[in-house]
């Protein structure tokens, strides 16, 4: 079984871009959270999809913005991209009877000079 | 909203040492604890869990173990091997997002 895949693996943007992630979660899994990994510190919840729409969200900024496709991929988008955005974006899938177990990509490694 | 505390931040033993990794949360409602390991440059990994109704699960090398009461659960490996070497991330759930610990980075040494 394939699991969570990311793309692109790494990006390099410039101040003030616009950086557009990808990720198609495991087949069958509904639901798709996104998190930051800042270099050095823990995991930071972003975003979570299910079905379509967003259910939750972190404590980050509205530029920061998704959304899911009729077959559960996810997009993460971030405006006006920042030096600090600077990470590793995961993305994570699961399934909705089991919502806890959450299956993660390797992650999109985004540079922002 | 929880908050999730992880010590050591690093942790180095000798081949066949066991290791403990300790976290404690702060919302009394949470009832699902991951763990996670993440090798370099790789996402990361689901390696055990518990649930708030039981106080310990194994899973050969591995346990978890819960104390409610006090909120803090941990991680034991038993005769770690090189390739145990990673970080690891205890988890806490919150609705469907889960709360991170900062991360230990053990090592471990032939």
């Known amino acids: 079984e394939a699991g969570v895949t990311q793309s692109p693996t790494h990006l390099i943007k410039t101040r003030g871009q616009q950086a557009t992630l990808r990720c198609s979660p495991i087949?069958?899994?509904?639901?798709v959270y996104w998190y930051q990994q800042a270099l050095g510190l823990g995991l930071q919840f972003l975003l979570w999809?299910?079905?379509?729409?967003?259910?939750n969200r972190g404590n980050f900024p509205p530029r920061f913005s998704g959304r899911q496709f009729p077959n559960y991929s996810s997009e993460l988008n971030v405006n006006a991209l920042e030096l600090e955005d600077s990470a590793l974006y995961l993305c994570?899938?699961?399934?909705?009877?089991?919502?806890?177990?959450?299956?993660f990509g390797p992650g999109t490694r985004l540079t922002v000079t | 909203g929880e908050n999730v505390e992880q010590h050591p931040s690093t942790l180095s033993v000798q081949e066949g040492d066991s290791a403990v990794i300790k976290c404690t949360y702060s919302?009394?409602?949470?009832?699902?604890f991951p763990w996670y390991k993440q090798e370099l440059g790789k996402g990361p990994q689901l390696i055990i869990d518990?649930?708030?109704?039981?106080g310990e699960k194994k899973d050969q090398r591995i346990a978890v173990t819960l104390n409610k009461t006090a909120k803090h659960f941990s991680l034991h490996i038993t005769e770690t091997q090189p390739e145990d070497s990673a970080v690891y991330f205890c988890?806490?759930?919150?609705?469907?997002?889960?709360?991170f610990g900062a991360g230990t980075r053990l090592a471990v040494h032939p």
């Open positions: 087949s069958g899994h509904t639901s």
């Open positions: 999809y299910d079905e379509g729409e967003e259910r």
């Open positions: 919302d009394s409602a949470s009832n699902y």
């Open positions: 518990i649930r708030s109704n039981v």
């Open positions: 988890a806490a759930r919150d609705y469907n997002k889960l709360i």
């Open positions: 994570a899938s699961s399934t909705r009877l089991a919502p806890n177990e959450q299956y």
